[in-house]
Each structure stands twice: as structure tokens, then as C-alpha cells.
């Protein structure tokens, strides 16, 4: 599944390390993620929604 969050990451000038420590994951997670590698839980998903001011509809394409 595709996603937006290094674009939304980036335009909020956080860098994946920043993202981990918001979200409670390490940066290797953030960048599985980013890279389609992992799909996060529904939480993490959640989580990541809120940090970054959007809704996990807008998050992940599918």
C-alpha cells in the first residue's frame, strides 16, 4: 500500500527520526514504512495520522 508520509514529514520539516520519537517507534520503523516495506498497525496508522494533520483515508492510498 502506498502512502504520503514522507511528503507530509517533509513539509512539516521533521525528519523520520522526529516522526519515531512522536509516535513511539524507531526510525527504521518510519522508514519501512515510508518505503512501503511494512504496513503499521491500525494504531501506529492512527498515531501517524494525528502527528502529521491528516486522516489515515488521506495517509494511504490504496
Do not use: G, H, W
Not at 1 to 8: D, G, R, S, T, V
Not at 11 to 32: E, G, H, P
Not at 46 to 55: H, R
Request: glycine share 0%; charged share 30%.
Amino acid at each position: 500500500m502506498k502512502n504520503n508520509i514522507k511528503e507530509l514529514r517533509t513539509k512539516l520539516k521533521l525528519s523520520q527520526k522526529d516522526l519515531a520519537n512522536m509516535c513511539k517507534v524507531s526510525r527504521q520503523t518510519i522508514n519501512a514504512i515510508e518505503n512501503d516495506k511494512y504496513s503499521p498497525s491500525l494504531e501506529l496508522a492512527f498515531d501517524l495520522a494525528k502527528v502529521l494533520n491528516t486522516s489515515v483515508d488521506e495517509l494511504f492510498i490504496p
